[in-house]
């Protein structure tokens, strides 16, 4: 497991530009962490490491925001998805099978769900209140 200190929006979007420069097409990027944590500006750097020209917001109400020309990018957000029948509504599994890179927020909520070679990433406050410490796991290359 990698671990990191971020210690500003910025340091926590290049750390997931880092990573988005390396994932590849099916590649599920798990995150794991309460409100305000630095979930969606990890995904704003995933999709500008990927080379995507957009604008990444939190799917919060559309459950699902898709990025890309081609969808390479599917950006989940599960807060409001609490069953298996939650989950299927949402086309969770179609999107699975489409081998866009998947990040899901609030992958707490569907653990059970989430592929088993998926990456996941913990991200939990540090020492002040812009401070994030972020555990990175299953991922093979260092950032």
């Keep these: 497991m990698q671990s990191f200190i971020s210690k500003s929006y910025g340091q926590t979007v290049e750390l997931g530009k880092k990573l988005g420069k390396k994932l590849k097409k099916g590649d599920t990027v798990a995150f794991f962490g309460s409100m305000g944590m630095g979930k969606t500006a990890f995904v704003t750097g995933i999709a500008e490491g990927m080379g995507l020209d957009c604008e990444v917001s939190s799917p919060t109400f559309a459950i699902v925001n898709v990025y890309g020309k081609n969808s390479e990018l ?4 599960m807060y409001r998805v609490s069953s298996w029948d ?3 509504s ?3 599994f179609e999107y699975m099978d489409m081998g866009s890179v998947i990040c899901i927020e609030w992958s707490e909520n569907i653990e059970n769900a989430v592929p088993e070679d998926a990456i996941k990433i913990y991200i939990e406050k540090g020492a002040d209140n812009d401070e994030r410490i972020i555990k990175i796991d299953g991922c093979d290359y260092e950032l």
């Design 74 to 77: 599917c950006h989940f957000d």
């Design 86 to 88: 939650d989950l299927y």
């Design 90 to 92: 949402t086309g969770f």
